[in-house]
């Protein structure tokens, strides 16, 4: 009995020291409800000493306003932001690239796409002055973020100005992602131990692997 009772204190006490992670999931139009989701699993992040919060991307994109909401919590974030467009077939597109580019790590699955981020209006057509007006300041906002990670402002500005999508591998090969990995696992894996500059220009060591996973779900009220 004394040996169970052992074994059990120290199984307890490995979980409790394996490192956290608040997963997210952004599936469907990015909205006002994505801000809010977001957001609280940012906070339940921070309250429990995550290690990371994981963005789980697959979305077609969304408004810009709730995008832009979004990217600031992500950019202000105390714990480092991965953002991983999964699963295979999925994408990061229009307002989901935006999302991806900001977070501390971007991250993509086999098969998965990216881009296509030109601003348009839904059942309306915009006349070109516009249309400049709204891509001038999509394009400064955008190179804003990419820029501070160290990313493809250049190219990323492409999928403003001409609607340029990628795969997975073209964002990797031209600096606009850090890494391509086939689950979620050998994500954490790969990210252990790795050095990330945030946001604050501040140096931090993701520590990742064999990582808890906690689902964050909107409860309600």
Not at 29 to 49: C, W, Y
Not at 76 to 88: E, H, K, N
Request: glycine letters at 6%; aromatic letters at 4%; one cysteine or more.
């Amino acid at each position: 009995m004394r040996t169970l009772l052992v074994l059990l204190a120290v199984l307890a006490a490995s979980v409790s020291a394996a490192p956290k992670v608040i997963a997210v999931n952004v599936g469907g139009v990015v909205h006002p409800v994505t801000v809010e989701i977001i957001g609280h699993a940012i906070d339940q992040a921070a309250r429990e000493n995550a290690s990371a919060v994981l963005m789980r991307l697959n979305t077609p994109g969304g408004l810009l306003d709730a995008t832009r909401e979004i990217t600031s919590r992500i950019v202000a974030s105390r714990v480092p932001v991965i953002a991983y467009v999964t699963p295979s077939g999925g994408r990061a597109a229009s307002a989901g690239f935006f999302l991806l580019e900001s977070a501390d790590v971007a991250a993509m699955a086999p098969g998965t796409n990216t881009g296509a981020s030109s601003p348009v209006l839904v059942g309306q057509q915009m006349d070109p002055v516009m249309r400049s007006k709204v891509e001038n300041d999509a394009s400064a906002w955008l190179r804003s973020f990419v820029t501070k990670r160290g990313r493809n402002a250049e190219l990323a500005e492409q999928t403003i100005r001409q609607a340029k999508a990628f795969t997975e591998k073209e964002a990797l090969d031209n600096h606009l992602l850090d890494l391509i990995v086939p689950d979620e696992r050998r994500l954490f894996d790969e990210l252990d131990g790795r050095e990330i500059k945030r946001f604050d220009g501040r140096s931090e060591v993701l520590h990742t692997r064999c990582a808890v996973m906690s689902v964050y779900r909107a409860s309600v009220r």
